[in-house]
């Protein structure tokens, strides 16, 4: 099943909000089967940013139209407290700034010390990645002794301290893969506040590209489940989404066709999932922003970020994001 939104009749696609991804680490305690985690033990160093560079990296975003800002991995949450509470610090601090979240996969929610001071420090939101249903299933996924129960009692914890949560769910067929997986998991999630969940298909990346035909699950697969059942009733005032009164579960977003002319004239249809972002990764001693998610051989898509354009504001850094947004935007 395929949502179609309406769009203006003088408009070829729709333009995405626009998102932006920092990838504070690359080490996580998890070692899901479809991430490249060789070599990335959570004793790895990570590329740690100036003092006011989350900041100064906030107010050009801003500068550039971009309202959204993601704190990823790896795992976030194991870096140093202090570091990433004054990350969070630093941008929340920057007038313009509407949504700041962290993805995690939630098992360091279960240290009630930590989510008081990532609360302190001023934010609000985190989307707990969740890709089994049963505490079996959770531990043949992320191939460790974590259960889904562990990963409950975190999302509790986290509420308690006034973290509002929500829960992404990559489909893949050792964990979730259709749409009574799905409910069996929404089911648990009764035990906590959760109210919005959402499914997708796994990125088609360099890091999975050999298995992919092996992974790839169709997310429109699930999504006939939800317009089959009685039980879910179907809303499209905005965000396409089917609830039971008390959980909303999105529909993906490749499934609305929320593209750019660029995306198309990239061929990116099996790459993408739907929703376009610009990343800042470490890359060696420095930084790249990348214009979306695809690793393309030629690299035609990052762009080197000298370290010393985060010490101090600068319109360089600014047309350079202006830059990566043309990519998408523009072409």
Known sequence: MVIERQMDENASFIKPDKLFRLEVCSFCSFRCHFCCW?????????????????????????????????????????????????????????????????????????DRTLC?????????????SIAAETDQ?????????????DIIKGIQIAENCGL??????????????SYKQLIKLIERLTETNVTTVS?????????????????????????????????????CSGRPFYTNGRIKVLVPRESIHLVTENCKSQNCDAFCQG?????MIPYGEGWTLRACHRVFDDHRNEYPLNSSLLEEKNEELTELLHYVWRYAYDK
């Open 38 to 110: 060789e070599n990335r033990n959570v004793n790895s160093s990570f590329l740690q940013l100036p003092e006011g560079g989350a900041r100064i990296i906030a107010e050009a975003l801003v500068q550039t139209g971009c309202f959204n800002v993601n704190i990823t991995g790896g795992e976030p949450l194991l870096l140093p407290r202090e570091y990433l509470c004054a990350v969070i610090r630093e941008i929340q601090s920057v007038d313009g700034v509407r949504q700041l979240w962290i993805t995690s996969n939630g098992l360091a929610l279960t």
């Open 116 to 128: 008081e001071n990532l609360y302190s420090a001023g934010l609000t939101d985190l989307a707990v």
């Open 137 to 149: 299933n959770y531990m043949r996924y992320t191939r460790t002794h974590t259960t889904l129960s």
């Open 164 to 177: 509002r949560i929500r829960v992404h769910v990559p489909l893949n067929p050792v964990g979730i893969a």
């Open 199 to 235: 499914f997708f298909r796994l990125h088609n990346s360099n890091k999975i590209a050999l298995e992919y035909g092996k992974l790839h699950i169709d997310p429109n697969t699930v999504t006939v489940g939800f317009s089959e059942s009685p039980k879910w009733k179907f809303d």
């Open 275 to 279: 929703i376009y972002s610009a990343y």
